[in-house]
T-cell receptor, first 110, second 115 residues
Framework: NAGVTQTPKFRVLKTGQSMTLLCAQDMNHEYMYWYRQDPGMGLRLIHYSVGEGTTAKGEVPDGYNVSRLKKQNFLLGLESAAPSQTSVYFC?????????FGSGTRLTVV | AQSVTQLGSHVSVSEGALVLLRCNYSSSVPPYLFWYVQYPNQGLQLLLKYTSAATLVKGINGFEAEFKKSETSFHLTKPSAHMSDAAEYFCAVTKIYNQGGKLIFGQGTELSVKP
């Protein structure tokens, strides 16, 4: 039982490049989330999804897009990376009060 | 809207001393409350959660937290700190049956333990 798997674990991007972060869960959870973690700011919600085919904006959605074409996958896209998007990204899924987090993706934009 | 405030971005205690990490929440409906711990370069680990059952919640590693509705608080305590408790701690709040169950986090409190 893998839980929540994030790929890649590390990535360095140049300003203006694009990339997609993949989150996969094998627990059949309806809800999925993308957070970013920055020093002194805790985890801030970027986007979330309450089911296959649905997405919604969180606290800090600008510069990101998401898709939930399959229930088990939640993709986070950066169309044109900026240095301000240097962060650690966490994906999570939930059912009732049970939240499961991935191990994170450390992204550096230079 | 929900929010969480953690008082003190850094807390330092001596080994064996009481650990007290403060968390106050704002929610228009009864919340679910969580404490997570993050060790350096690792992910989040659930310490404990309050889901409207007992107001005193016991978690892993000897931690506990008390939900106080009158004070809108959910402070985390441990009677005796160990060196291994040094980490960052996050308080989080959600309303399970609304808004997609989003977890809203506080800014975190870094706990240092002195020998």
């Amino acid at each position: 039982n893998a839980g929540v798997t994030q790929t890649p674990k590390f990535r360095v991007l140049k300003t203006g490049q694009s990339m997609t972060l993949l989150c996969a869960q094998d627990m059949n959870h309806e809800y999925m989330y993308w957070y970013r973690q920055d020093p002194g700011m805790g985890l801030r919600l970027i986007h979330y999804s309450v089911g296959e085919g649905t997405t919604a904006k969180g606290e800090v959605p600008d510069g990101y897009n998401v898709s939930r074409l399959k229930k088990q996958n939640f993709l986070l896209g950066l169309e044109s990376a900026a240095p301000s998007q240097t962060s650690v990204y966490f994906c999570a899924s939930s059912y009732d009060s049970l939240y499961t987090f991935g191990s994170g993706t450390r992204l550096t934009v230079v | 809207a929900q929010s969480v405030t953690q008082l003190g971005s850094h807390v330092s205690v001596s080994e064996g001393a009481l650990v007290l990490l403060r968390c106050n929440y704002s929610s228009s409906v009864p919340p679910y409350l969580f404490w997570y711990v993050q060790y350096p370069n690792q992910g989040l680990q659930l310490l404990l959660k309050y889901t409207s059952a007992a107001t005193l919640v016991k978690g892993i590693n000897g931690f506990e937290a008390e939900f106080k509705k009158s004070e809108t608080s959910f402070h985390l305590t441990k009677p005796s700190a160990h060196m291994s408790d040094a980490a960052e701690y996050f308080c989080a709040v959600t309303k399970i049956y609304n808004q997609g169950g989003k977890l809203i986090f506080g800014q975190g409190t870094e706990l240092s333990v002195k020998p």
